[in-house]
């Protein structure tokens, strides 16, 4: 390694190790989503061990890409912006190298524990208690060094990117407590009731305002255009902390659980439309006038593609939410397109944008291949969109049968094998879209050097050769 690379790579250390490691685990998590994939379509494939079977190779999946991806990906990219919009560096690039070490050291544990059958039994938080106490450290860890860098910051007013990430981390330390410490205490409907606080607000209170602290950046950045308004981000982030947190029992409507519960989950899923609009009012806004950038840029495509989701996953919710559609949707394959939109289609795509146009930045030099970046996208937005409609469309037909008593469940399973041939589909052009990704986001960080101009604030992806 020469000494102009090794001078690079000492900037952003604990944002950068954080996002390699979790490019690494999306390949990983999303190629055992594939294997998973391949066993609807061929039970039988890889055998009956039973490391292999769904009942491990699912959680396996699921925590891998949530957490082993997902989260650590965000806290990157927050490691990048937080420092940017205060005007100085990280709190403290130790503690933060300290937390990349113990979250990933975490999640390898975690691939050996579900592969084993090691899990708590419940969505979401299959960790055992000891690596749950380990993801809590490491989200203190993580809170701390954001916190007193904000403390510390040399601008004085506080970016709507702050708010987000501030409530996102006080909001993730409830739910993540709550879904696998205080959940233990509790059986029945009260611990399925907490399980599915803890699943939806998974999604909602700790991917979500994440997801958005990353775009409220970027889309401004990759654009070169003023935030169309600061007011709306204010009234979005106000309102999504006072409405998302009573929508989780929406999954529990026609089971045992109280009427006025059930109808307190329906009227706030359909109140979640407010937050949901000042996001994709605002973020549309910015980029308009600006579509030519689109075209070319692979940063803004997949943030308003992310944002494209984000709005159509929330237009869903509330509409899963209705006792009438419910009845026909719920614990089918509909919903799996649905929360793989949102956490795909929607923050992945975001968190990935972030990433596009970070690291360069951070390595000062140009992104090693637009043309690559905006191939994995492709991939991935073709994937995406055959796995959602393919699953919207089987899980809708599923619950039709589900519901008509004359249908033996058994062809009700035979029925879906075209939409999972079609989802073994997509999950192979999202993982080559991984693929390509992680090795574009490689060859930017480890590549030659080159005569280049550096990245820079308005021009950070830059065609190679």
Request: aromatic residues 16%.
């Amino acid at each position: 390694m020469s000494s102009t690379t090794a001078d690079r790579l000492k900037e952003f250390p604990s944002a950068r190790w954080f996002i390699i490691s979790a490019a690494m685990f999306f390949v990983i998590t999303t190629f055992v989503g594939l294997l998973v994939a391949t066993k609807f379509v061929w039970p039988e494939f890889m055998g009956t061990a039973k490391w292999l079977t769904f009942g491990r190779m699912r959680p396996m999946h699921v925590n891998g890409v949530i957490f082993g991806w997902l989260l650590a990906a965000d806290m990157g990219v927050i490691f990048y912006l937080v420092p940017k919009l205060c005007g100085t560096g990280l709190w403290s690039e130790k503690l933060g190298l300290f937390t990349v070490v113990l979250f990933d050291t975490i999640i390898l544990c975690a691939i050996f524990t579900t592969s084993l059958g090691i899990t708590q039994g419940l969505e979401y938080a299959e960790l055992p208690f000891v690596l749950d106490v380990g993801v809590t450290l490491a989200w203190v860890l993580f809170g701390l060094n954001v916190f007193m860098t904000i403390a510390k910051r040399k601008h004085k007013k506080i970016y709507v990117s702050l708010w987000y990430t501030m409530g996102a981390i006080i909001w993730t330390a409830i739910v993540y407590i709550t879904g696998n410490f205080a959940v233990m205490f509790f059986t029945g409907v009260n611990q399925a009731n907490l399980n599915w606080f803890y699943v939806h607000n998974a999604v909602g209170l700790i991917f979500t305002p994440l997801g958005i602290a990353i775009a409220y950046y970027f889309i401004p950045k990759a654009a070169n255009a003023p935030l169309y308004s600061h007011k709306l981000s204010m009234i979005g982030f106000w309102s999504i902390s006072f409405v998302y947190v009573w929508t989780g029992a929406h999954h529990m409507i026609h089971g045992p659980i109280s009427q006025w519960l059930q109808t307190v989950s329906i009227i706030f899923s359909a109140l979640l439309i407010i937050p949901v609009w000042t996001v994709v009012v605002n973020f549309f806004g910015t980029v308009s006038g600006r579509w030519d950038q689109v075209r070319r840029d692979p940063v803004l495509k997949y943030l308003m593609a992310g944002t494209t989701f984000y709005l159509l996953t929330c237009f869903q919710g509330p509409m899963q939410a209705l006792r009438s559609v419910n009845a026909i949707t719920s614990k089918t394959d509909w919903v799996v397109g649905h929360a793989h939109m949102a956490l795909f289609g929607g923050f992945s795509f975001f968190v990935i944008a972030g990433t596009l146009y970070a690291v360069p930045l951070m390595v000062r030099r140009p992104l090693y291949s637009v043309k690559l970046g905006n191939h994995a996208f492709w991939f991935m937005l073709t994937g995406g969109l055959i796995y959602f409609f393919s699953l919207w469309t089987g899980g809708f037909i599923q619950g039709l049968q589900w519901n008509d008593a004359s249908i033996p469940f058994v062809n009700t399973v035979i029925s879906m094998q075209p939409y999972w041939v079609a989802r073994l589909v997509a999950g192979t052009l999202i993982f080559t879209g991984a693929v390509v990704y992680l090795y574009n986001l490689s060859r930017t960080f480890w590549g030659p050097d080159t005569e280049e101009a550096p990245a820079t604030e308005t021009a950070s992806v830059v065609q190679r050769g």
